[in-house]
């Protein structure tokens, strides 16, 4: 991998990148306070069938298609997979995660172009979700679609288990243990996702809307999702 497109992915899955990840869980909070997540055990189970069920099957195969739509500059197609993506989207405030982290990416982007890079198509674009502006710097970065992607689950990962520290709560050891098993199956991960046809996209994780749903009317709340 080229060393300075490594460098630009690095910044990109950092989380010091001043996108807001850091203040959603998606639905682990409630997953807390409702007894489902107790342990390093039971947060490892919460997060790998994320893993499995939503991010495999549905985000890491449509970031692969953003990914090639800006490459080919079929920008028709960015529309279409992006609003696919959002219409996926189960509740309300995982719709405004996604929507909020996009346009942060973007004004970091385009606004400021802090990352020294035109965002000019990025512009026309009323709503914009997290995954078509990531993959858009990708792009303009020449970083490799799979180092890419490996990048973003990666970013997606740490901040789950970030948030599994705060609530949970779990120690640091715990959460570089449960990183280092976790990341291990980004690789198959990416092979899966790369693999599946249009029409074998799916999101269908019922529990965790509830879930993520019920997070809208706890008591109390460190997380806006």
Do not use: C
């Amino acid at each position: 991998m080229n060393p300075l497109a490594l460098t630009r992915l690095l910044q990109l899955a950092s989380p010091t990148l001043p996108v807001g990840a850091y203040s959603y869980s998606q639905g682990l909070e409630s997953a807390v306070e409702s007894g489902i997540v107790t342990s390093a055990g039971t947060a490892e189970l919460w997060i790998s069938d994320l893993m499995d069920g939503s991010m495999a099957r549905l985000e890491a195969p449509l970031w692969l298609r953003l990914h090639a739509a800006w490459t080919n500059g079929d920008l028709q197609r960015v529309q279409y997979w992006n609003d696919w993506f959002i219409a996926g989207r189960e509740t309300a405030e995982l719709r405004a995660e996604t929507l909020q982290m996009g346009y942060s990416l973007r004004r970091l982007i385009f606004e400021e172009d802090a990352l020294g890079m035109s965002g000019l198509q990025l512009s026309a674009m009323q709503e914009i979700a997290f995954p078509t502006v990531f993959s858009f710097a990708s792009v303009a970065w020449s970083i490799a679609a799979q180092d890419a992607l490996s990048g973003y689950v990666w970013s997606w990962l740490e901040n789950q288990v970030m948030a599994a520290l705060k609530t949970v709560p779990l120690g640091q050891s715990d959460g570089q243990r449960l990183l280092a098993k976790l990341a291990e199956r980004i690789p198959a991960l990416y092979e899966r996702a790369s693999r599946l046809a249009d029409h074998e996209l799916s999101n269908f994780l019922p529990g965790f809307a509830i879930l993520s749903s019920a997070h809208e009317t706890q008591y109390s709340r460190l997380f806006r999702s």
